[in-house]
Every structure is written in C-alpha cells, then in structure tokens.
C-alpha cells in the first residue's frame, strides 16, 4: 500500500511535464483545466452592457431586443442587455419579462414612476457588470444594430464616443433646436461635436463613475467627460423614421438654458465660486458707483437736484446688488475652502513605479 502511494505520488510530480492525454489517464488536470471548473464560482462577467431606456413600447420590444442582439452577436464579445422600463403604462413590461425568460443575457429594471433618463442610466450602471457601457434610449429610433460601430471607434483610443444620428428623421422644429443647442453647447463648452444630446454613447466604465449625474445632466456627460481629461469624439449612426415627440414647449428651452449655465458653472467654476459671481458682481458694482457718483459731482457742483431721478435708483440698485454677489461668492469660497479635501478636481490616468 505505502509503495502504490509513493507510485501515484511520483507519477503526479512529473504528470506537469507530460502531455495532456497522459495527465487525464492519471486524473491529474492542468492548471487551466481546474481553472476552468470554476467549482461552482459564477461566470465570467460580460464585457459589454447595453442600457437601453423604454416608455410605452410594447409593439417594438421584440424587434428592439433582436436588434440589440444581433448586433452585438456579430461584434463577437460577451454582452448584457439592461431595460429600463420608465413606469411604461402599456404592456411594455410583460413583453420585457417574456424576452427577459428567454434569454439569461437580459436584465430588466422597472422604474416606480417616470424619473427620467439620468436615473434610468444611473440605474443600469449599478446593475451593470461590462466594463463598456453602452448606452442608448429607444427614444431617439437610432439603429441599434449599429451600434457597434460606436465600440468600433472607441478602439482606436477613446474614451467616450457620442453617437451623431444622421440623417435626421425627426421634426424640423427638433432639428432646428438641436442645431442652436448644440452650437450653444460647443461655444461654451469647446467640444465641437455635431449632435451632443442624442442619448447614444459608449464609454468605458470608469468615465461614468467619476462624473457625477442628476437632474438632465446626462446630455452633457461628453462635456463632463472632456473637462475630467477623458477622449471623446463622435460617431454617425443612421436614425429610423418613425414618431418622435415634439419639444414645443417654452418651459423646456428655458430649462437647455439653465442646464448649459449649470454645467458651464461646475466645468469651470465648481471650486472658485468667487470668479463667476465676483465676475458680474464686480460689473454691477462698478456700473452703480459710477451712476452714483455722476449723481454726486452732479449736485455738489450745483447743477440741480438728484431726488427721484431713475438713474439714481438703478445706480443704487446695481451697487447693492453687486455687493451681495461678492458677498455670495466669498461664502462660497469660504465653504469651497472648508470642504476642498473632500472634493477630487483631478483624474489621473496612469501610475508607474508607485
């Protein structure tokens, strides 16, 4: 018995250098082999997750699914299918728990109530596994076949790629505001890209971690992006015909108004509070004490009487105002400064030798 055991041991010792025919006769499995049995460990995560947010699309979901799938299936790397369902009120759920029992690649999420796009993509990022995201709203009809097209350019060093639908298929009022906002947005922001807000992008997964999302910031994750030192560039991808909603309300141009000012504010101002309303502060200022003392040289050299005069009341009125900005902005750097070790400013992108 001991001598059989001594065998089985020198048999094992030299069984690595055999071939792989003789260490299956002896039981004996390479390292990769054992590997390989993952001993009850889950798979591999995918490499790939694909988020797509749906309202109210029970006729399209199987199509949209099979177009999603097919054109990963021919991209040739692992993927996962992420829905959205935005508290859809048609039967868009239940066709998505059919596909869903079909196919272990799709994941489904239902919102309790319509949150909106940030949310429906921060929601998929928490479930997402892939280490590129990729991101496109059944909103905007885009081909969802091609998006591979948009990984395809990532490859050659980027970043972050934004899908640029052309050609339009939508509205002329959509386009004609998507044209002015996208100026807007490249003249302040300084990232030429032809079709920022169309919701389809790829990005690697570390890009969207390190940007912080609320409200309708999700349409300017590429200027976000840009300003953290990220690559970003753009990508056509062809938009299909079909309804598309209309943006007619004045309500919604003024909220892309805001929002441009928000981002242009936390791009470039979020930790020097002081610069962008001591800016306009210091113009109000200036602008009231030199109304106010016109006013004063004016009556001091008896030219007539001030009282009642509007220039006086604006001129006073700018001053206090002016003063109140700087008073705001000072405030801010006083809160800036108190909690600036808690805010991370910069992103590196390799480490060596640390």
Not at 84 to 109: E, F, G, M
Not at 169 to 198: A, M, T, Y
Not at 335 to 345: G, P
Request: a neutral charge.
């Amino acid at each position: 018995m001991q001598h059989d055991t001594m065998e089985l041991a020198s048999l094992r010792m030299n069984a690595p250098h055999k071939s792989r025919e003789e260490r299956e006769a002896f039981d004996f499995p390479a390292p990769s082999e054992r590997n390989s049995e993952n001993n009850g460990r889950a798979p591999a995560p995918p490499r790939l997750s694909i988020i797509v947010p749906v309202f109210n699309l029970a006729e399209a979901a199987t199509a949209l699914y099979q177009d999603v799938c097919a054109g990963f299936e021919e991209y040739g790397q692992s993927f996962e299918v992420i829905f959205i369902d935005d508290a859809s009120t048609d039967a868009t759920w239940q066709q998505l728990n059919k596909i869903a029992k079909d196919d272990p690649r799709v994941k489904l999420i239902r919102m309790r109530t319509s949150f909106g796009e940030t949310s429906a993509l921060d929601a998929g990022l928490r479930h997402a596994q892939g280490e590129r995201i990729v991101y496109a709203t059944a909103r905007v009809r885009v081909n969802m076949k091609a998006l591979p097209r948009l990984l395809r350019k990532m490859d050659e060093g980027h970043d972050l790629v934004v899908g640029w639908r052309t050609p339009r298929q939508d509205s002329g009022l959509n386009r004609l505001v998507s044209h002015g906002f996208n100026w807007l947005v490249e003249r302040f922001g300084k990232l030429p890209l032809h079709d920022i807000n169309s919701s389809v992008f790829v990005a690697q997964r570390e890009v969207l971690e390190n940007i912080v999302l609320y409200g309708n910031l999700n349409i300017f994750i590429p200027i976000l992006a840009a300003r953290k030192g990220y690559r970003v560039t753009e990508e056509q991808i062809e938009q299909k015909a079909g309804e598309f909603r209309k943006s007619k309300y004045v309500s919604e141009y003024i909220q892309r108004l805001l929002d441009i000012i928000t981002v242009i504010y936390l791009t470039k101002y979020s930790k020097k509070p002081l610069h962008f309303l001591g800016f306009f502060g210091m113009i109000f200022t200036v602008a009231g004490l030199a109304m106010n003392g016109y006013l004063f040289v004016y009556r001091i050299l008896g030219f007539g009487g001030i009282a009642g005069r509007p220039l006086l009341l604006l001129g006073a009125l700018l001053l206090v105002i002016g003063l109140q900005m700087i008073s705001i902005g000072l405030i801010g750097e006083m809160i800036i400064y108190t909690h600036a070790r808690e805010q991370k400013e910069y992103n590196i992108e390799t480490v060596i030798g640390a």
